[in-house]
């Protein structure tokens, strides 16, 4: 297996997924700002996935471009967290899911601009600035939500006790990281996990918002297991190019 | 033989598409110009990750050189260092000023939460007295902003660093 390879399809799947969840809300989101806010982060995304993934195919050395891995793989070929293919549910379930993961992603990429590889410190110093802007605007909804009424503080919490169950999977590892880890492409990578923590922590107690006690977890999306949603994303995002390959526009 | 300031010159001639008074050149976009031999090689820098305005680019890069007689011409996507608004010319936050967008000011630090947003002059009034309606805007480089003297809502090319 190409370790280098294997992250990069974990890296640039993370923000295929979501950048797709994201892209449902386009028309439907609950008010005009944050329908615009949300597709504003779904083209960040998409676009930090064809950089990663342009960049899988040419590592493969395959021939395989960014569209072919996005548009032509199998539910069990994508790595993605198993976060970022739940569903958009209710606002705050889109925000509590956005504020995790947005979290971890700035952390990631603060160390990843340090990176030995080139390829992968240009993709992260370029995404960072944007992750900062997603992040500082996930932040600041879930204290308003957790710190507003009793009914939109009931729900998102509600939605943290149903996604942290996915959270340990942001720092999953295995052979793919030890690997770069050791020969400098993932530097800092052990310290992302106590700072994410502390970090979420902070923001949840401004949000009077409390972490469910108990640490049931759920993990598989780099393994390739993924939960009965993906399959649904894949349907609709693969559907053009499944019914019509190779069509353009 | 083709000089770089020539081609320079006709860059200036190549509009962004979705702020079509600044050239590519102004915004920052056009990082290098190299004569290779016989050949043009120019380095282009999206401003946002997802912009989708840089295949356009490319393509009227190409036309616009093309149209001039110079048609060996590679057009090479660089990524690092990343676009920053200060690449944005001083003649291009002229421009977008007029053409109805607020050019970019220094923002407070992104980690701050709930940091008063930047004081925008509204480029139709020119009225200090803005809001800030949401961060994102009709385009990943932009916000929305109203005026609250003259209350048209304006677009705020953002900060970004």
């Given at each position: 297996m190409n370790a280098l390879f294997e992250y990069l399809i974990r890296l640039g799947d993370d923000s295929l997924i979501l950048g797709h969840r994201l892209s449902e809300?386009?028309?439907?989101?609950?008010i005009l700002e944050e329908d615009i806010a949300m597709t504003n982060i779904s083209l960040d995304l998409i676009g930090q996935a064809t950089n990663i993934l342009q960049y899988a195919g040419e590592v493969e050395?395959?021939?395989?471009?960014e569209d072919d891995l996005a548009f032509l793989r199998?539910?069990?070929d994508y790595k993605n967290l198993l976060l970022v293919e739940?569903?958009?549910?209710d606002f705050g379930m889109t925000i509590m899911r956005q504020f995790l993961f947005d979290a971890y992603r700035k952390l990631l990429f603060d160390r990843l601009i340090?990176?030995?590889?080139e390829q992968i410190a240009a993709i992260a110093s370029k995404a960072l600035k944007e992750t900062k802007y997603h992040l500082r605007h996930s932040a600041e909804w879930v204290i308003r939500l957790g710190d507003g009424t009793e009914e939109s503080h009931n729900r998102i919490q509600e939605s943290l006790n149903t996604l942290?169950?996915?959270?340990p999977e942001l720092f999953y590892q295995d052979e793919v990281e030890a690997e770069l880890k050791n020969n400098g492409v993932?530097?800092?990578?052990?310290?992302i996990q106590s700072e994410w923590e502390s970090y979420v922590k902070q923001i949840f107690d401004e949000a009077t918002l409390s972490i469910p006690e108990n640490n049931w977890k759920m993990e598989g999306g780099r393994k390739g297991?993924?939960?009965?949603?993906l399959g649904y994303i894949l349907a609709e995002l693969q559907y053009m190019q499944r019914a019509y390959p190779g069509m353009e526009w | 033989m083709v000089k770089a300031d020539k081609i320079w010159s006709l860059l200036e001639?190549?509009?962004?598409?979705?702020?079509?008074?600044?050239t590519v050149v102004d915004l920052g976009v056009v990082r290098d110009v190299r004569l290779i031999g016989g050949k043009v090689e120019i380095d282009i820098t999206p401003?946002?990750?997802?912009?989708?305005?840089m295949q356009r680019i490319e393509d009227d890069i190409h036309e616009k050189l093309s149209e001039n007689g110079i048609s060996d011409v590679k057009v090479n996507l660089v990524l690092s260092p990343a676009w920053t608004?200060?690449?944005?010319s001083d003649n291009g936050k002229k421009k977008l000023e007029e053409y109805g967008i607020a050019p970019p000011v220094d923002e407070p630090d992104?980690?701050?939460?709930?940091?008063?947003p930047p004081k925008i002059k509204c480029?139709?009034?020119?009225?200090?007295n803005t809001k800030l309606?949401?961060?994102?805007?009709?385009?990943?480089c932009k916000a929305q902003y109203q005026c609250n003297s003259c209350l048209e809502p304006f677009d705020y090319f953002k900060c970004l660093k």
């Open positions: 809300l386009c028309g439907h989101g609950p050395g395959e021939g395989r471009n199998y539910a069990r739940q569903p958009n549910g340090y990176s030995n590889n942290w169950r996915y959270t993932l530097p800092g990578l052990d310290e297991l993924h939960s009965e949603h | 001639e190549v509009f962004d598409p979705e702020v079509p008074v600044l401003t946002y990750t997802g912009c989708p305005a608004t200060d690449w944005l992104k980690s701050v939460l709930f940091a008063d480029p139709k009034c020119s009225s200090d309606v949401s961060q994102f805007g009709s385009t990943a």
